[in-house]
């Protein structure tokens, strides 16, 4: 069976390539069809060298990825959304317009994109994502979640599988 096509995670700052919000969303994607993986930026702080090994990873890539970030990966997602083809951007509580990084938001890419960021997130607020849906045009879900959001992994699952779906349908 041919894949419906490629999903690549972008995990936050302090998480790991298969934590538990990845693990759930790569589990809704295998059973659509997709095949996917998640890149382990650990112990790289530069959000500009984790763009650079994801932009250098999807140049190496048969097609253009669906690409999922969350935090800080929301924001490397996005970067390399911006830069290089991909099918569709799902970004969880990215960190966009952080107090000091404001001049770094990526451009609107040129691809379908979905935000779900949580009301009660202490760490990335939520109006950063309202701003960037704004300037992209793009699906947004705001949850009664925090920045983790794996309170809300049943919804953030369903949510991911019907931004799949979308994906596929436009392929059609």
């Known amino acids: ?23 759930a969303l790569a589990e809704v994607a295998r059973a659509r069809g997709w095949s996917v993986e998640s890149l382990d930026f650990q112990g790289m702080e530069d959000p500009h060298e984790r763009v650079a090994k994801l932009t250098g990873h ?7 990825p669906v690409l999922a970030g969350s935090s800080m ?11 290089l083809p991909v099918r569709a951007l799902f970004l969880m509580a990215p960190a966009f317009y952080v107090p000091g990084y404001e001049q770094y938001v990526p451009p609107a890419p040129a ?38 959001l794996t309170a809300n992994l049943p919804e953030l699952s369903r949510l991911f599988g019907w931004f799949l779906g979308d994906v596929e349908e436009a392929a059609r």
């Not at 140049?59 to 253009?64: E, T, V, W």
């Not at 994109?113 to 704004?134: C, I, K, M, N, Q």
Request: charged share 20%; aromatic share 8%.
């Open 1 to 23: 069976m041919v894949a419906a096509g490629h999903v690549c995670f972008a995990h936050g700052k302090e998480s790991g390539p298969w934590g538990t919000k990845i693990r």
């Open 58 to 64: 999807c140049r190496g890539l048969a097609g253009p």
């Open 73 to 83: 990966g929301g924001f490397v997602a996005a970067a390399v959304a911006a830069a």
């Open 111 to 148: 691809c379908p994109v979905t935000l779900v960021h949580g009301w009660r997130d202490d760490v990335v607020p939520w109006e950063g994502s309202v701003r960037y849906a704004a300037t992209c045009r793009a699906q947004l879900t705001l949850l009664d979640g925090d920045h983790r």
